[in-house]
Every structure is written in C-alpha cells, then in structure tokens.
C-alpha cells in the first residue's frame, strides 16, 4: 500500500514561552517492509536552531531550539510511504517460548535490531510479577513463541477497555493493568511489562494506521492519531514480529511505522524542556489516505 500521511501537531501556550529545546520524532525512516519516498516536517513559527540526526534505533530525530517569546507552536508532517508488510510467519511453526528465551540472553549481537536491548526494565516499564502472572496464561510449556504471543495479544484487546480518559502519557503499565482500560501506549507497555517479566524480548513502536479501513473490515482504534503496538522476536530466522493488543491483530498493510524504542520515551513524538510558567492545550489531528483512494 502507497500513503499520503499528514499529521498536524498544535501546542497553545496560556503564556509565552521564551525559551524551549525540543526533541521530536516525527518523520518516518525506511525500515524492512517500509520505503519512505519522500517526507517533510514544516515548523512554525522557525526554530532558531534545526539539526536533524538518527538515533541508536535508526529513528529520525529533529532537534529544534526557540530562543524568542511564543505563544503557539505548529509541526506539520507531510509523507508518502509504501508499505510492503510481509505475511506473518505462521505462529504455530515458529519456536517454543522457552527456546527464544534461552537464545535472546545468549545473543552476542549489539546492534539496533538485537533482542538483548529489549529484555531489561526501561524508564518507563519495570518488571511486574502481577502481569507477568497473566500474560503466562498464553505461554504453557512448549507454546510457540507466535502463538502465544498472538494469543496475548487477542487477550489484551478482549480484556481491556479502550478510553483515552483513562489515563494519560505519563501513566504506569501497573496502573493500566489494574484498570484495565487506557489507550494504545498503555496496552503496549502492559504487554511489554509482562513479555520482558518472563524473559522475552519486546520492543514498543510508534506510528500511524491507516484512518480509512478497506470497504467491510472495521474502523482501527486509534487511527486519529499516532499509535503503538509491540514488536516481538521470535528468534533470528523468524526475526520480529509486530503485534498490535490494541486492535487484536498483526501489525500489517495498515501500520505504518514511525518510531521503535524500548518505551514510550524512545519513540516519544515530542521531548524536551520548555520553559513557561502557564498550562498549554495540545492537538493532533492524523490523516493515512491510501493513494488513488
């Protein structure tokens, strides 16, 4: 599938702010399955300082300085992107848990796409026995890693409530689970949590769903704005394996990636320091329009 992605980021101040440094991730990269034929980031009002680099995980960073007062802030993301998403393995066919447990600790890889980046506590995901004890449920002994990871994910999307009143960005995986309602950033790092507990790597992406589904498939939750979902490896031959417990199904043509990372704060779309003494409104408003559609 070819897309048009807009995504329009507004920040109100209630003062000026006279100064902010900002971090954002908020351009998409090639990565296996995905080509971005052309992207740009427009902001306003202009930065007095623009510097565009990557990170350790390949995702895009834009680090923006304003040394002036401002009262508003406008990012605007303008891409097309092809994506290509490979069939997912079949999960039965892939290897017991236990197996891609022992492998993952004993990977001597350190690079972006290794599994050992993946398997500690993060800033924002600690080790949890209470859900640990639950995502165990989909992992028997022998289970294929796919297939109870799939399982996990279908049980996450039965078992949680999507509401964005909820909870908030800064929101703990132990809350969520205790609540069992959030939004996508939640089921993410819920998942995350109790993956990383029993020993199997998972990583948190960021990106886009495709905001108009084909005609007789359903609406995606989260398509208006940037989503998350989970990365799984499932071993070097099968590699990893996006899962979305949101929705319930494989990361596939709908799912547009943006940014990968241990946590939310490695795939954050906007970080940094603003100094100001008022509150601020934010909103986002997300466009993924199949070309030709």
Request: glycine residues 6%.
């Amino acid at each position: 599938m070819l897309y048009d992605i807009r995504q329009v980021t507004e920040y109100s101040y209630a003062s000026p702010v006279p100064f902010a440094r900002q971090v954002l991730r908020l351009l998409p990269v090639d990565r296996p399955g995905q080509r971005v034929v052309a992207c740009e980031l427009s902001i306003r009002p202009q930065p007095t300082e623009r510097h565009d680099t990557r990170d350790f995980f390949g995702n895009w960073l834009t680090t923006v300085a304003f040394s002036f007062p401002h009262s508003e802030l406008r990012l605007e993301t303008r891409a097309r992107v092809l994506v290509e998403a490979a069939e997912a393995p079949l999960p039965m066919l892939t290897p017991p848990f236990e197996l891609i447990r022992r492998n993952a600790v004993a990977e001597s890889d350190l690079g972006p796409q290794s599994p050992v980046h993946f398997l500690f506590p993060s800033r924002l995901v600690a080790l949890d026995e209470v859900i640990a004890a639950y995502v165990r449920k989909s992992f028997p002994a022998g289970r294929p890693i796919l297939d109870g990871a799939f399982d996990l994910t279908k049980r996450i999307k039965a078992d949680f409530k999507y509401d964005p009143s909820a909870t908030d960005v800064t929101t703990l995986p132990a809350v969520a689970f205790a609540q069992k309602a959030g939004v996508c950033q939640d089921f993410a790092h819920v998942m995350i949590a109790g993956l990383r507990t029993i020993g199997l790597p998972a990583a948190y992406v960021s990106g886009f769903l495709r905001t108009e589904p084909p005609p007789g498939r359903p609406r995606l939750e989260g398509a208006d704005a940037t989503h998350a979902w989970v990365a799984v490896w499932c071993g070097r031959e099968t590699g990893w394996v996006g899962l979305d417990p949101t929705n319930g199904v494989f990361a596939a043509e709908d799912h547009v990636v943006l940014a990968v990372g241990r946590d939310y704060s490695d795939a954050a779309p906007a970080d940094g320091v603003i100094v100001t003494s008022g509150d601020h409104t934010l909103d986002v408003a997300v466009d993924v329009v199949p070309v030709g559609a």
